[in-house]
């Protein structure tokens, strides 16, 4: 088992490995440059597992085509990571789409018109 310290550390490695995979070496038409972003990576205390969250910017048609494209690119994926990355073992790779951005943008629209709709209401007491 690695130190959380270590896992915390290959983490990050991953994540700005896979991101410069995104911007410049993946080909497949479904990922489009600019509409994908890696927001986390969460790799597993033996290393040999790694989850990819990524966020997709666009409508829910062009979210499915992108996660097919990364899915088709996961052995790519995990075979530059080996080069790229020094680890006894290379970790088995799976994309998960991540919604948090979309879900925080919601809750602030909600926010705002709450605070709108207070501004609005007569004050009771004038």
Known sequence: MATDRRVARVSELIKREISQ???SEIKDDRVQIGMVSVTDVEVSGDLQHAKIFVSIYGTDEARMETMAGLK???GFVRSELGKRVRLRRTPE???LEDRSIERGTRVLTLLNQL???RDTLPNPED
């Open 115 to 117: 605070s709108e709709e």
């Open 72 to 74: 088709s690119a996961t």
């Open 21 to 23: 995979m995104l911007l």
């Open 93 to 95: 790779v799976v994309f």
